[in-house]
């Protein structure tokens, strides 16, 4: 006997049986395929094994597979004797998906713990813990859409990251989107440069400066005297010091005791905003996309231009002053971009150098002469059903397949305006079929002879 007789796939099933041998272990198969038992009075979580009683009778549980909706058969078997039942699977659940974190609001908070966050992301129905590093936090609740958990964090030190643990899998635990501070976070520094003589004031903008003891430029001896933080904590003044000719842009760290009780530990040293350079800081490229052939023109903006030696695209560099280039202290303006390189990405960085050494690589330096997504909708779908899915960017004329995690779909131009395939405007692409994929969340890309877009954790869909 089962019960429930009918139900979803995934269900627990206990089963109920009688007229077998003495003390024999039970095996179970759904339409065929052997399953395992779970629990239940019969079994055994040492052995993981069913058994008769020495009356020939058994209940045991067991957890009924992915199976379309309808009818199916049960058995179990001693070996000796068998016997058959019923299961109806009435509606097939959906496949799991990716369990995303996009954002951790506040995403700073006291050493101590204790306090409310909000993780922001989406599948996370079914979590079961969630990790400030490795620590656990103490889940409050997970709203109906799966999009929203309430958890109070343990106490800790430092920058660390969120992972919220499912019974599907995890989320990744390497990304900006997923970092918690129990220590200062800089957001933002201005100015953003200074000269190599140092002595200039700094001002770091972010959270948890309170307690504060020290600040660090790159591997510049740490600087312990002079600084100034204000009430609420949100800002700390510091004179940068005198840096070696090159130094070109670093990191800048500020550091609490781990002992704390304000602010404990490091501030993170792997984000943009905790730049702060002694040479050039790029901080927009307009346009930031154009034509392999180049030709374009182009205007960087930043700080420190002014005495800048050269400007590298990819791999072509460029030497300052140079005809057709307009410098000034905060701008470039390229009235011709060079060509793209054969040994030059999709997307390239544009670095300016001058005596206080090289801009850092910053997400604001990028130009893409491959294609660019801008936006894929929708995002989400069953793979290999019928359904219109549309990406927009730029620079898609020539592109030869847009892939979707590990599945490549090979592309040609469309044959009119709104048909399947690369538009003739090269700003869009049409498909017709969600590609065959397992289940769960991919990055999509798309390749043409000048290169591949950039991997964006924007740009992804939903497998179903």
Do not use: W
Request: hydrophobic content about 35%.
């Amino acid at each position: 006997m089962l019960s429930p007789n009918s139900g979803l796939a995934g269900s627990q099933v206990s089963i109920y049986g009688s007229g077998f041998g003495s003390n024999r272990t039970i095996t179970l198969t759904f339409d065929g395929a052997a399953v395992s038992f779970i629990n239940g009075p019969s079994f055994n979580s040492g052995t993981k094994l069913c058994s008769s009683a020495a009356d020939g009778t058994f209940t045991c549980t067991f957890a009924v597979p992915p199976a379309s909706t309808g009818a199916h058969t049960v058995a179990v078997s001693d070996g000796l004797v068998s016997g058959s039942a019923g299961y109806t699977v009435t509606v097939v659940p959906p496949a799991p998906r990716s369990i995303t974190v996009s954002s951790v609001s506040p995403a700073y908070g006291r050493p101590t713990g204790g306090n409310t966050v909000r993780i922001i992301g989406k599948n996370f129905t079914n979590s079961t813990a969630v990790l400030f590093g490795t620590a656990a936090g103490t889940v409050m609740s997970t709203n109906s859409t799966g999009t929203v958990i309430t958890v109070k964090p343990p106490a800790g030190v430092g920058a660390v990251h969120v992972q919220v643990l499912g019974i599907n899998g995890t989320s990744d635990n390497t990304t900006p989107e997923s970092l918690y501070s129990y220590g200062p976070v800089v957001r933002d520094i201005t100015p953003p440069v200074g000269p190599a003589g140092g002595g200039n004031m700094v001002t770091l903008i972010g959270h948890n400066f309170l307690g504060v003891t020290s600040v660090t430029f790159g591997n510049l001896p740490s600087i312990t005297s002079g600084l100034v933080i204000s009430k609420n904590g949100t800002t700390l003044k510091v004179r940068a010091p005198a840096a070696p000719a090159g130094t070109g842009g670093v990191h800048v760290v500020a550091t609490a005791p781990n002992s704390g009780s304000l602010s404990a530990g490091s501030s993170d040293a792997s984000g943009d905003g905790s730049y702060y350079s002694y040479g050039a800081a790029v901080t927009q490229v307009s346009p930031n996309v154009g034509p392999s052939d180049g030709g374009n023109r182009v205007t960087i903006s930043g700080r420190g231009f002014k005495s800048a030696t050269s400007i590298a695209i990819g791999g072509t560099t460029i030497s300052l002053p140079a005809a057709g280039i307009i410098v000034t202290d905060r701008t470039i303006v390229i009235r011709s971009m060079p060509a793209q390189l054969d040994t030059d990405p999709g997307q390239v960085d544009i670095v300016v150098t001058g005596p206080g050494g090289s801009s850092p690589v910053v997400a604001d330096d990028k130009y893409a002469y491959g294609p660019v997504i801008r936006a894929i909708s929708p995002r989400f779908g069953f793979p290999s059903t019928s359904k219109r899915i549309t990406i927009t960017g730029r620079n898609f004329t020539g592109a030869t397949s847009i892939k979707f995690g590990t599945t490549a779909v090979p592309l040609a131009p469309a044959s009119a305006p709104g048909q399947p395939g690369v538009q003739a405007n090269g700003r869009t692409i049409i498909l017709t079929t969600v590609p065959a994929h397992a289940p769960g969340t991919v990055n999509v890309t798309v390749t043409n002879p000048d290169g591949t877009s950039p991997v964006s954790s924007k740009m992804t869909f939903d497998f179903y």
